[in-house]
């Protein structure tokens, strides 16, 4: 199993560009996460999905789109992007009653 | 609404010296906690967690940490620190049942001197 994926690694974009942040799970896991992290706030909730079709927001959704079309997949997108959108990005995946959710490798934004 | 306090930003320990974390919750019931690593450039793993049961909770690394409801603490601990623990922590709490719907603390980065 490879686990939690995301792609790309880094990415800098020009303010107003939009782009996606793909993410992608082996382990047949309901739950899907976005979050972000910031130097110094750990991290904050940005939208989460309980199964395919089904998609909330968390704590910070504003500027962001996500969709979840399959069970392994959990896009998340920007549209116009801006410089507070600079961040590390995490996907995070886990059943419901398991012990720990699994964490992808991450994706560095830079807005410039 | 639930919250986790890391009370530490910062914290620098000599190779070999004794480590602790602090981790203060709040939460309307008994909740479960978490302790993830999350080091240089790679996403977080898990290194220990409470359910239920035995307070004191060992995890992979040589960690440990302790629940104290009294107190709504869950400290980390570790008795000797080695170079390669240099890295961010992060405390985290949620609902009895599952790590569904996690909050996270704003983790505290762990210097170790050689």
């Known amino acids: 199993n490879a686990g939690v994926t995301q792609t790309p690694k880094f990415r800098i974009l020009k303010i107003g560009q939009s782009m996606t942040l793909q993410c992608t799970q082996d382990?047949?896991?309901?739950?899907m996460y976005w979050y972000r992290q910031d130097p110094g706030m750990g991290l904050k909730l940005i939208y989460y999905?309980?199964?395919?079709?089904?998609?909330d927001k968390g704590e910070v959704p504003n500027g962001y789109n996500v969709s979840r079309s399959t069970t392994e997949d959990f896009p998340l997108r920007l549209e116009l992007a801006a410089p507070s959108q600079t961040s590390v990005y995490f996907c995070?995946?886990?059943?419901?009653?398991?012990?720990?959710?699994?964490f992808g490798p991450g994706t560095r934004l830079l807005v410039l | 609404a639930q919250s986790v306090t890391q009370p530490d930003i910062h914290i620098t320990v000599s190779e070999g010296a004794s480590l602790e974390l602090r981790c203060n919750y709040s939460?309307?019931?008994?909740?479960?906690l978490f302790w993830y690593v999350q080091s240089p450039g790679q996403g977080l793993q898990l290194l220990l967690k409470?359910?239920?049961?035995?307070?004191l909770v060992q995890g992979i690394k040589g960690f440990e940490a302790e629940f104290k409801r009294s107190q709504s603490s869950f400290n980390l601990r570790k008795p000797s620190v080695h170079w390669s623990d240099a890295a961010e922590y992060f405390c985290?709490?949620?609902?009895?049942?599952?790590?569904?719907?996690?909050?996270f603390g704003k983790g505290t980065k762990l210097t170790v001197n050689p």
């Open positions: 995070a995946s886990v059943s419901r009653g398991q012990e720990t959710q699994y």
């Open positions: 382990m047949n896991h309901n739950y």
């Open positions: 999905s309980v199964g395919a079709g089904i998609t």
């Open positions: 939460y309307g019931a008994t909740p479960y």
């Open positions: 409470y359910f239920s049961g035995d307070t």
């Open positions: 985290a709490v949620g609902p009895q049942g599952g790590s569904e719907k996690l909050v």
